[in-house]
């Protein structure tokens, strides 16, 4: 099967009230991973890479992994999809490289020299989102874009300093620029450290947005679910506990073998203590399931994966190396990676309900698109 449009793998889902999985990829594995869990359980699927991931992969490499991809698994409807795209002239990119859709993320200042970029006005966001629409449009690719700021609420003040998406001005918005799909903050966060404790997603609110844009499918950013025994899985391979033996000493316990720290050493002790355990990762939550499938009954479409892929691959090779360090032969460890991505994704399909419908329609070409565009 051809790629698809956002547009059309969307407007499909709500049709039918479900999600479709928006899985981030660089690499071949991931690609193959993702498309055979959608083959086995005939789901449509959303292929994304932000713009460093296809430099990493190398623009026209990526292009061909797709090519690969769909010819191998030619009954998987999919869409690939540029994720954050900071300006006109990257999304343009990407549609010159056969990118299906973009999206045009307008709601923060990317040509900032600061690291963490500052919010764009909404008539910025509306100006620069009109523009990649109009241009990507002529040629039949959808446009995501967003507003408001993703970011966890702990509070009042946290809530209004990420500032949630106001449903008027969703409204707007969307009025203003044709979007096909709006990114939406209420209350998710991008990357592994997503919240301390149980999130609060603001599912009164995407309702509200719902509301008032019924005809434009949602999107959840910074949607994985980082479960609790992965980041635990992960540790046990960065170190695995300190403790006291029977006569008090303290070791610690480095992947199945103690080590002895003598206590008069404390400093020491401490030391080696902190430089093993500054490497964990810190406890953390992300977005349970059943808040996306809240998300799914209110209008969520598109649900953005990318730390749950990347924890899962790591972890794959980690035990791997760590359980057979005489193997050297990357297909040892890589083919595991793979297979991990595959069953997350299969998980993710089954709990956003698009199992079972990449057989409900037939492909629309850009060309087709295009035409829908004009009228
Ligand atoms: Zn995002």
Redo the contacts with the bound molecule.
């Keep these: 099967m051809p790629l698809v449009t956002l547009k059309q793998i969307l407007d499909e889902a709500a049709k039918g009230g479900y999600g479709v999985g928006a899985f981030n990829v660089n690499n071949m594995e991931q690609i193959q991973g993702i498309f055979k869990a959608a083959q086995e359980l005939e789901s449509p699927l959303i292929i994304q890479a932000s713009f460093n991931a296809v430099k990493y992969a190398g623009l026209e490499f990526l292009k061909y992994l797709m090519k690969a991809a769909t010819e191998t698994y030619p009954d998987v409807p999919v869409a690939l999809h540029l994720?954050?795209g900071p300006d006109f002239d990257r999304c343009k990119t990407c549609i010159e490289l056969g990118f299906t859709s973009v999206?045009i993320?307008g709601s923060l200042d990317y040509s900032s020299k600061e690291k963490k970029k500052p919010a764009r006005s909404f008539e910025d966001n509306v100006a620069v989102t009109k523009q990649v629409v109009d241009y990507s449009h002529q040629f039949g690719v959808s446009v995501e874009g967003?507003l408001g700021t993703?970011g966890g609420i702990e509070d009042e003040a946290s809530a209004q300093k990420v500032m949630l998406t106001d449903p008027e001005q969703a409204n707007a918005f969307v009025e203003q620029t044709g979007v096909d799909a709006l990114?939406v903050a209420i209350g998710t966060s991008?990357g592994a450290y997503k919240f301390k404790e149980k999130p609060i997603i603001d599912i009164e609110r995407v309702k509200t947005i719902h509301e008032k844009i019924p005809n434009t499918p949602l999107v959840m950013?910074?949607s994985s679910s980082v479960p609790m025994e992965l980041t635990e899985k992960l540790n046990t391979f960065i170190v695995v506990s300190k403790g006291k033996d029977d006569e008090g000493g303290p070791y610690i316990d480095f992947l199945g073998k103690k080590y002895y720290i003598d206590q008069d050493y404390s400093i020491a002790r401490d030391m080696v203590y902190d430089l093993f355990f500054k490497n964990r990762l810190k406890k953390t939550m992300g977005v349970p399931i059943e808040s996306i499938q809240m998300g799914i009954r209110n209008g969520v479409r598109k649900i953005?994966v990318?730390t749950d892929g990347r924890l899962m691959v790591t972890t794959a090779i980690l035990e791997v190396l760590y359980s057979q360090p005489e193997k050297f032969d990357p297909r040892d460890y890589l083919e595991p990676s793979r297979e991990a991505i595959y069953n997350m994704v299969k998980g993710k399909i089954l709990a956003f309900g698009s199992a079972g419908r990449s057989k409900d329609y037939k492909p629309k070409s850009l060309k087709r698109m295009k035409k829908v565009y004009e009228k």
């Design positions: 994720d954050h999206m993320d967003e993703l990114a991008h950013h910074g953005n990318d």
